[in-house]
């Protein structure tokens, strides 16, 4: 949507008049303007083209300069200013360009560099390439711009740009506008045959000084559609033009501005995405929390319910019987338990002695049964060297220890060719 009160400047045909919430003021130099405002120039020495240059696309505006100077359009240092550039080959650059001296471009960027608040200068092939890719659609169009005897045109689709051209009218009469606007219908008749696809569509814009729209009533015309415009005040005169609605839907990318200008452009543009992502973040996040607030809400009811319901419950339940001491007749239990799974003597004894070395003898065992466990010490001695006598005591303790057994003391004393040993184990019941 136009915002009529953005601040905007149109340098076209030598003449610069400046815009201001739809009040268009004359100025006299570029250096006069106040404030931010963006700026659309013709350059006025300046030429817009078309090209295929057999360059790699890092150095096509290199080559198009220094041909530009042999062929001899221009006679001193060129500047180029690329508004489309797309690779068809290799070594093989298709680009859309402005091309205007280096001394008058690096004016503009001085006037921009002085200039307090940030001043953006966009080329008026800016604005044909925005209107190609605003409505373009799956076929090609062409785009026209008319103001005072010129007409600058460009003819392609969203991806590709086919043909740019200025034409020119020998003057302002209704007979040499016509001329001019029939040169526009053979170009673009000639770009269509060219291409192998009609270009059915015309879309011109237009400024203050613009003349009518020609009347093409045969089949094989193009359509031609006048860009919207917007309301505008010159001298207490009302008038209407489409070039300011163009301007503030253009891109700053190839303007002639400092980088912080074409920054604070670009964010001055999305403010209004922004605000409106940050309203919509903002109802969702109160959506949210109205869901939230019903569903504790909700929540809340279902556990006043369930707390009702078991109060109802816990008075329906009746007094507590008396209690009955259990107590010892589950340790009773537990001990009977506990001696079934307990080992009997006559075990421990074949435990003790099962694979035992025939140098160690058993001379005495006692058992003793306290609760869930049998407390076993036994006492014996061998008749052996001390490493035959130990390693037949060791090979019994991991024996007992295989079975169950815990060893909780142990004493091996031993003399030249004998020894004595106590070990104490229980078993518990697992």
């Known amino acids: 949507m136009f915002n009529n009160a953005m601040p905007y400047a149109i340098e076209l045909d030598g003449g610069l008049i400046r815009g201001d919430k739809g009040e268009l003021h004359p100025l006299s130099d570029l250096s006069h303007i106040k404030g931010n405002c963006r700026v659309v120039s013709d350059f006025q020495n300046a030429i817009a083209r078309m090209m295929t240059v ?8 290199l080559m198009i300069s220094r041909k530009l100077q042999e062929t001899g359009e221009f006679d001193e240092p060129v500047t180029v200013i690329s508004h489309w550039k797309r690779r068809r080959g290799k070594n093989t650059t298709d680009i859309f360009f402005t091309a205007l001296p280096s001394k008058q471009y690096f004016r503009y960027l001085e006037l921009v560099a002085e200039h307090r608040d940030h001043l953006i200068i966009l080329p008026l092939q800016c604005l044909l390439l925005t209107m190609i ?19 600058d045109i460009l003819i392609g689709t ?5 043909y740019a051209n200025r034409v020119v009218a020998f003057d302002n ?3 040499q506008m016509q001329a001019l606007w029939e040169t526009i219908r053979s170009d673009i008749d000639a770009v269509g045959k060219q291409q192998h696809q009609p270009i059915q569509t015309l879309y011109a814009a237009n400024w203050i000084d613009s ?7 045969d089949a094989d015309a193009p359509e031609l559609i006048s860009v919207e415009g917007c309301p505008l005040t010159l001298d207490q005169k009302q008038l209407k033009a489409s070039l300011p609605v163009l301007i503030h839907e253009t891109s700053v990318r190839h303007a002639v501005a400092l980088r912080s200008d074409k920054l604070f452009c670009m964010a001055r543009r999305a403010l209004p995405y922004f605000n409106c992502a940050l309203l919509l973040a903002a109802l969702l996040l109160g959506s949210y929390g109205m869901w939230q607030n019903y569903r504790s809400a909700a929540l809340a009811g279902q556990i006043q319910n369930m707390r009702q319901a078991a109060m109802q419950i816990q008075q329906k339940i009746p007094a507590q019987a ?4 259990y107590k010892p007749t589950l ?6 338990w506990a001696c079934r799974n307990l080992p009997t003597y006559s075990q421990i004894l074949n435990d003790v002695s099962q694979d035992m070395d025939g140098a160690l003898k058993i001379e005495n065992i006692n058992a003793n049964y306290t609760g869930d466990k049998v407390d076993v ?8 060297p001390f490493e035959t006598a130990y390693k037949g005591y060791q090979a019994l303790q991991n024996r007992l220890r295989k079975q169950g057994y815990t060893i909780v003391d142990q004493r091996f004393d031993t003399q030249i060719n004998a020894s004595s040993f106590l070990i104490h184990f229980i078993k518990v019941m697992s």
């Open 173 to 175: 009469s209704d007979e």
């Open 322 to 325: 008396e209690s009955v001491p």
């Open 377 to 384: 010490k036994a006492f014996g001695r061998v008749k052996a």
């Open 158 to 162: 969203r991806k590709k740009i086919w």
């Open 54 to 61: 057999e360059a790699d696309a890092r150095y096509v505006e």
């Open 133 to 151: 890719r605003k409505y373009a659609g799956q076929r090609p169009v062409a785009a026209a711009i008319q103001h005072d005897r010129f007409a």
């Open 331 to 336: 340790a009773f239990v537990q001990s009977l």
């Open 211 to 217: 003349g009518p729209l020609p009347r093409w009533i």
